[in-house]
């Protein structure tokens, strides 16, 4: 062959491989991937999230994440990753990358029944970067060559699946990617199921019906969920005997499909959206069309041991009508049940009792409005004489309990008589009018049902059930309330052998959320074509906790937090996981301290000895964990996320002493944190974060009360503590106790505010800021030498000047009080910032807080009427006017992605958190 034709046919491969390449950027690649068209068309549940740092720390929060961790699931799947991670020789880093391969993306998880009484999972994951790609395919490749387990790949319509074994259990998983799409099952026929929708790219996929709503663009929603109600019979079948559910067939039959987004927020998991109407015939829906919704009316009349409600806003005679009467029915009982039903309103209900013990029938109630309680007496009269029946009854209390000779499926509808009852009696033996409402039930099961009634054993006389029903919809056409504690038993009994004994292994699961609502509110226009029924479904835990959520007023422009004792000092602000949002530790005056999450919710509460003082968030050093560092008596506390004492705290100072001020420094590297106490009677305790006493602290005694707070700070290796007092000297001591040369140091009149610290390498270099009541400004090192005085504003023998650092200590405002009257200056200019004439003279509090980039905002709290100021930098007041606020400071942080302040404030028992926009300044 000659050069010129071998270069040819070079140049033509490369022209095609070229031009393959662009039709594949072009056509294929260009057209993005619908994830939802992966999924199977069988899909029962299909979840989707979005942000899985928010949405673990709201499972954490709402202290659910120690319950899915101890599932067996979970905890397999942890052991499979972290045998993966030791035999990779993974470092903490990559482990953190490999938990966080998650991420922001839109990750999907499908339920579907693959089989009786088997149900799998298939889960969806998008790889952005080639990065993400090579650590899945490291993670199986290294699992692979472990002898434990077994990788193998075959192909399926064109598509390469791979499979990773368990040689021992020879449980395996089958992934998929496709097009950088991830799919991993344990089953694989869920899988094939994903690669056989491809080769129908047009098909409408599970999300058809909702196409135009994405739920995870709204704020605050963690998940969103589809649920094919059409399926979930099926799926009840693997849950529960399959003559346990047969009423909640029926009531499948209501809608079709349904979109719910997941809100976790405290002691609430909220799930609200939309669901479609079920269109075919002969469904629940054809029968109540039309029907409007109704409040639930049965408040005072449900007893507390009611474990499963079922509300239906329903009149049985138009839901189901009778069937013609038979021609042998000479008496008329027929015509007269049939009128009996004709009194019954658009309201009807049935509730199931706790049981006693697992597996035992529960009891069973069925309720039915009459708006006409004596023309219903009148015809269940005439049908007890009618059918022979005995006039005899039994009272409890006012209630007269009389027998009945007819069904309740017969008075009220199939919904009282599935196919296969499930340890329900089909005849109720008995009935009792009670206020507006006809009860049928056996005459055993009404005779406790009332002995509650009559002692007020009822919803409306149960706190905590008025706090629920207040959190639920007003109306709907369908609500089913359950309450786990009481349902356990009940619940034990109905599920499958299997599911029993998951369902106990996970008991606190189950029990996290005591109280369930699930509810269907029809539209207005049942006729358009677009009529959606509104979702809810409500997992909530009574409020047992020390505060409860208000809504903001208009001028608040935010959140409030109600506690049932007053609240006192100032909201601490911490750092939250995942959200700019900060947490707040505030205390009451029984000195509990309280942990409110970004969410509003109090996730814990710890009594105090004492005030709390000096709380901050201590990093981890020295093999000493992270955690909230406060001091309360004579003890220093470090606590852990759940509120838990963090080894080897607390740390006890003697019984005599109360601690004043808590101050906590970062020690040498791999050394824990130095923390510096001053208790009463002006002394200094300097120890470390493991309870080790340093020598010559033990306490120090100082001979003059301090003017403001000390600092302890590290210099070239060497600790110092700087502590300014208020005859107007300041000494340094070094970690043994000693004085350093050059002080005690003069300032040449009189201290009072903390002093400003520049740390630096050596002694000479670390610069020291104060000012003194002679108003002049006095800088010096840690070598005894006054680098720089000069005045900052006239004095008189009745001013107070102070000195007040930004809470970072990065930079600082002075203020002069005189009287009532109080001026702020910045340090680098002669006039003052603000000034400002008070009714009351005593002392102000005043806070500078410094964001960087010109954010700086001035809070200056009046304790007298309860009011603080807030200052921005060019000394304009937010706002025009001042906010009320009880505390002795408030709390404020800055978010630049919004550009808002996030300002919480204490008036009275209420923690308030206020929105302040930049634009606001």
């Known amino acids: 062959m000659s050069r010129k034709l071998l270069a040819l046919l070079t140049a033509l491969v490369l022209l095609l491989t070229l031009a393959t390449y662009v039709y594949y ?28 740092p928010a949405l673990v720390r709201h499972l954490q929060e709402t202290e659910l994440w120690d319950n899915l961790t101890a599932v067996r699931y979970f905890q397999q799947a942890a052991g499979h990753l972290a045998l993966a991670d030791s035999l990779a020789g993974s470092n903490a880093r990559r482990r953190n990358g490999l938990l966080s391969l998650l991420g922001r993306k839109l990750v999907i998880t499908s339920l579907h029944v693959t089989g009786p009484g088997e149900f799998d999972v ?68 869920l899988v094939e199921a994903a690669v056989r929708r491809l080769a129908h790219p047009d098909a409408p996929t599970v999300l058809a019906a909702f196409n135009s709503t994405d739920l995870l663009k709204l704020k605050g929603i963690d998940a969103s969920v589809l649920i094919n109600y059409r399926r979930l019979p099926q799926f009840l079948d693997v849950l529960f005997r399959r003559d346990a559910h047969g009423q909640f067939d029926i009531l499948t039959g209501l809608v079709s499909q349904g979109l719910l987004g997941v809100k976790l927020a405290g002691r609430e998991s909220v799930f609200q959206g939309f669901s479609n109407p079920e269109t075919a015939k002969g469904t629940l829906q054809q029968r109540l069309r039309g029907q409007p919704a109704l409040p639930l009316g049965l408040t005072g009349l449900l007893s507390t041991r009611t474990a499963l409600l079922l509300h239906l806003a329903a009149n049985s005679r138009r839901t189901w009508p009778a069937a013609p009467g038979s021609a042998a029915d000479s008496l008329g009982i027929a015509g007269a049940l049939d009128s009996l039903r004709a009194t019954f309103g658009g309201e009807m209900a049935v509730a199931y009792l706790a049981t006693a013990a697992p597996g035992s029938r529960p009891g069973r109630l069925a309720f039915v409005r009459c708006p006409a309680p004596a023309r219903t007496a009148n015809w269940l009269a005439r049908l007890r004489r009618l059918q022979g029946n005995s006039p005899a009854f039994t009272r409890v209390g006012r209630y007269e309990i009389h027998p009945t000779g007819f069904t309740e499926a017969s008075a009220l509808g199939p919904l009282l008589a599935p196919d296969r009852p499930y340890a329900v009696e089909a005849v109720a033996g008995a009935g009792v009018l009670v206020d507006d409402y006809l009860v049928l039930s056996d005459e055993q099961t009404l005779n406790a049902y009332l002995a509650d009634v009559v002692a007020g054993n009822t919803w409306a006389q149960t706190p905590a059930q008025v706090s629920f029903l207040q959190e639920t919809l007003p109306r709907a056409r369908l609500s089913v309330f359950i309450d786990t504690r009481n349902s356990w038993n009940a619940l034990l009994g109905v599920l499958t052998e299997d599911r029993r004994a998951g369902l106990l292994r996970n008991e606190a699961l189950f029990k996290r959320f005591p109280q369930m609502a699930l509810q269907l509110v029809p539209p207005e226009n049942e006729a358009a074509p677009e009529a959606q029924y509104f979702t809810q479904l409500l997992l909530h835990r009574p409020n047992l906790g020390p505060a409860t959520a208000q809504a903001g007023a208009a001028a608040a422009n935010g959140r409030v937090l109600a506690f049932k004792h007053s609240l006192t000092g100032t909201p601490a602000l911490l750092p939250a996981l995942g959200t700019r949002v900060p947490a707040v530790v505030v205390q009451d005056s029984l000195h509990a301290l309280h942990y409110v999450s970004a969410e509003n919710a109090v996730l814990w509460s710890d009594t105090l000895a004492g005030p709390a003082v000096g709380a901050s968030l201590l990093p981890a050093a020295g093999g000493v964990p992270g955690g909230l560092l406060l001091a309360a008596g004579h003890r220093v506390h470090l606590l852990a996320n759940d509120g838990g004492e963090v080894l080897p705290f607390p740390l006890n100072l003697p019984d005599t002493v109360r601690v004043a001020a808590l101050l906590a420094a970062a020690g040498n590297p791999g050394a824990p944190a130095r923390l510096l106490a001053v208790t009463a009677g002006n002394a200094l305790t300097l120890l470390d974060a493991k309870g080790r006493q340093y020598p010559g602290w033990k306490p120090k005694r100082l001979d003059f009360p301090l003017a403001g707070k000390p600092a302890v700070l590290g210099v070239g290796g060497r600790d110092v503590v700087v502590a300014p007092l208020q005859n107007g000297y300041v000494y340094a001591f070094d970690g043994e106790g000693a004085l350093l040369p050059g002080f005690p140091l003069s300032m040449g009149a009189r201290l009072a505010g903390d002093v400003l610290v520049q740390a630096s390498s050596t002694l000479a270099r670390t610069r020291l800021t104060m000012i003194n009541q002679h108003g002049e400004l006095v800088s010096f090192n840690l070598s005894g030498d006054v680098l720089s005085r000069r005045r900052i504003a006239t004095w008189s023998r009745t001013a107070r000047f102070r000195l007040v650092p930004d809470e970072h200590g990065r930079s600082f405002v002075l203020t002069r009080e005189d009287g009532n009257q109080l001026d702020v200056y910045w340090p680098t200019q002669a006039a003052p910032l603000i000034t400002q004439r008070f009714v009351t003279s005593g002392t102000k509090a005043v806070q500078f807080f410094d964001f960087g980039n010109n954010r700086r905002l001035v809070a200056i709290t009046e304790p007298g009427p309860g009011q603080v100021f807030l200052y921005n930098g060019q000394g304009q007041l937010l706002g025009g006017e001042a906010l009320p606020s009880s505390g002795t400071g408030v709390g404020l942080t800055y978010d630049a992605t919004t550009a808002t302040y996030q300002l919480v404030r204490i008036v009275g028992r209420e923690m308030r958190r206020t929105e302040l926009r930049v634009g606001q300044q």
């Open 122 to 189: 298939l889960y969806q994951i998008p790889l952005n970067r080639v990065s993400e790609y090579r650590q899945v395919r490291s993670l199986l490749e290294t699992l692979g060559r472990d002898a434990r387990y077994r990788l193998s790949t075959r192909d399926y319509q064109d598509q390469e699946l791979t499979v990773l074994t368990e040689q021992r259990s020879e449980l395996s998983i089958t992934l998929l990617n496709y097009r950088n799409h991830l799919l991993v099952s344990a089953n694989p026929s």
């Open 25 to 52: 950027r072009r056509t294929l690649a260009a057209v993005p991937v619908d994830p939802y068209a992966l999924v199977p068309d069988d899909a029962v549940l299909v979840l989707s999230t979005h942000d899985h």
